[in-house]
């Protein structure tokens, strides 16, 4: 019998399997993809990082992962983070929370006029003050979940891929059986890290929507401007946007796609809410050519609150709902996932509020 399981290769159960490997942990990660596929939340070349929350346990649990991800580039001999700076703009209140918590937390911040962040990224658009945050970057998403497995083979993991799981059945206090396509596997403890699937193999434990979301990178006017994070606080719909080096200035509306099964997806472009992305860009986005996109599909799990579950029910760990916004937290989230094998007790905002 296997010590742990990690059923799914995406982000998150990528850093389980090397978090439970580090602590020597007998550690077998399956994934129903080959490698790099483009099936899931996980792909890509850039993701946001960031410290800038209004909640104090988002912004301790981004703290720890920047120290893990610096931690994975030193052992993986691979840049994986770029810290270019962030902004938030739009709408002052939320952006005043956000300011305030980083303020108590320590993190650096500053206001900036307008007219001396539009001098500064004559790429964006903006109307009011702006709140800098130079701990603020990109992660690249296929080399992290690439790096994280590699660091976890090196330590002894073992990692399956094109290995679908058919079933999770949990068969006593230290007994899971994990049905795949071509064998019955038994481990003491199991985690589920299956993002858009997790429904599906843990029908009724939580309650997460499943959409198809659809940002695109757009060319930019000038390859050699700077480009920060960008988050623009909006009354409509929040809108994010990096750049992501050799494929453009990538946007996109956060949680906005329709309800998908993850099994049935068609990838395709929404053509209205493509065009809504290129006339936000065309108002917004006064650096990129608002025509010139090439778009991009992946999904977000949502949790009614949009705060994560992380949390463990009998000698299951469940990793989920991550919302749009968890791979920043990867290295954190996977060290979380091994404290809760190890017998240790969730934190409260992550806990499994939206069983049925």
Known sequence: MTDVIVVGGGAMGSAAAWSLAR???DVVLLERFAPGHTHGASHGASRIFRLAYAQ????A??????????????ETGHPLLDLTGGVDHGLLAP?????????????PGQWMALEEAAA????????????FHPSTGRVHADNAVAALQSAAITRGAVVRHETPVLSVTVRGDDDVEVVTAGETLRARRVVVAAGAWTPKLLPGLLQVRVTQEQPAHFAPLDPAAEWPS?????PDLGVYGLATPGEGIKAGFHGTGPEVDPDHRDYAEEPRSAAQLRDYAREWLPGVDPDATTP????YTTTPTSDFVIDRTGPLVVLAGFSGHGFKFTPAIGELAADLVGGAPAVARFRLPYAR
């Open 95 to 107: 952006i005043e929370d956000i300011a305030g918590a980083l303020a108590a937390s320590g993190v």
């Open 61 to 74: 649990l981004a703290r720890r992962a920047l120290d893990l991800w610096h931690k994975l580039e030193s």
């Open 296 to 299: 991009i599909s992946c999904t």
């Open 23 to 25: 602590r020597g942990a």
């Open 56 to 59: 104090p346990d988002y912004i």
């Open 120 to 131: 500064r990224w004559p790429g964006l658009r903006f109307t009011g003050p702006v709140f």
């Open 230 to 234: 960008f988050i623009h606080h909006r």
